[in-house]
């Protein structure tokens, strides 16, 4: 019992962090389960994670949807393109030398966050060159706050193919590399990057939660004691996450995702050296 009500709390956690910068969670989520149960076999904590991702954003695109801010023509545009870049980094997975990669690509997530960090979103936008832009959009939130922006689909669907390349290499959950994508080089705002990057990885944590089940590295056992702990947290943590963006600005939105870059290439460096 005590195991359980440690395990919905921390998928509260996850949840409302996941939900409010549009990541899943699955980056906090995977490290805690593989100090908590050292015994099981990595595949399996992985696939129960995913499969709690999938919970989360699919409770979190549900209540942003009520909120009225996903952008559900680049969202499903760019789950799509998502999937050949999936298939191709789960067969070229063999073709890398991990360490080195995940060193590369970990320093690179540490520039992101600095990034971030270090340059105002309004100035950002301000000074950058705007791309070709096919797409001009006005979103008007149930909270009457409108958001106007204009992105490159094209530009966009060819990324979505290397988030889902890389995030299936790396074995993360793609909204941690979507979101920068949608804001830095699409120049989405943050509330509805956020947004329309669960819609996306709902899509994605469902097929592989999917595949992983068919391939067996989750069983029903292992569903029916922590993944529904996990579940029971997760759920109400992903609603009190999309509760809490209405009342954040989209700057400390950005903050938030910078932390979890770092948190990333820390946990890319710490699987690395141990």
Excluded: C
């Excluded at 009520?66 to 789950?79: G, T």
């Excluded at 971030?116 to 100035?123: G, K, Q």
């Excluded at 941690?176 to 509805?192: Q, W």
């Excluded at 992903?238 to 963006?245: H, N, R």
């Amino acid at each position: 019992m005590i195991e359980f009500i440690l395990l919905a709390l921390l998928a509260i956690f996850v949840g409302a962090y996941g939900t409010i910068v549009g990541v899943g969670g699955g980056f906090v989520l995977v490290p805690v389960l593989l100090i908590l149960y050292p015994q099981d076999p990595p595949a399996t904590l992985t696939a129960l994670s995913l499969s709690v991702v999938f919970v989360n954003a699919l409770s979190g695109t549900l209540a942003y949807s009520r909120q009225r801010r996903i952008d559900y023509s680049a969202a499903i545009l760019f789950a799509t393109a998502t999937v050949p870049g999936a298939i191709l980094g789960a067969r070229a997975v063999t073709l890398f030398r991990r360490g080195p990669f995940d060193l590369l690509f970990s320093a690179l997530l540490v520039l992101v966050a600095i990034f971030l960090l270090a340059r105002p979103l309004s100035a950002a936008r301000r000074r950058a060159k705007a791309p070709p832009s096919q797409v001009t959009k006005t979103i008007t939130d149930s909270d009457g706050h409108s958001y106007t922006y204009s992105y490159n689909r094209p530009l966009g669907m060819a990324l979505s193919v290397g988030v889902g390349f890389v995030s299936s290499l790396l074995g993360i959950g793609g909204g941690i590399i979507h979101v920068p994508i949608l804001v830095l080089l699409l120049r989405f705002p943050p509330h509805i990057a956020t947004a329309t990057s669960l819609f996306i990885l709902t899509a994605t944590a469902a097929t592989g939660a999917a595949t992983h089940l068919a391939t067996g590295n989750l069983s029903m056992d292992v569903l029916r004691t922590q993944g529904l702990a996990l579940v029971m947290g997760v759920l109400p943590g992903a609603l009190l996450g999309a509760w809490l963006s209405r009342r954040v600005q989209g700057s400390l939105i950005i903050r938030l995702l910078a932390l979890a870059l770092i948190l990333v290439s820390v946990r890319l460096l710490w699987m690395e050296v141990s």
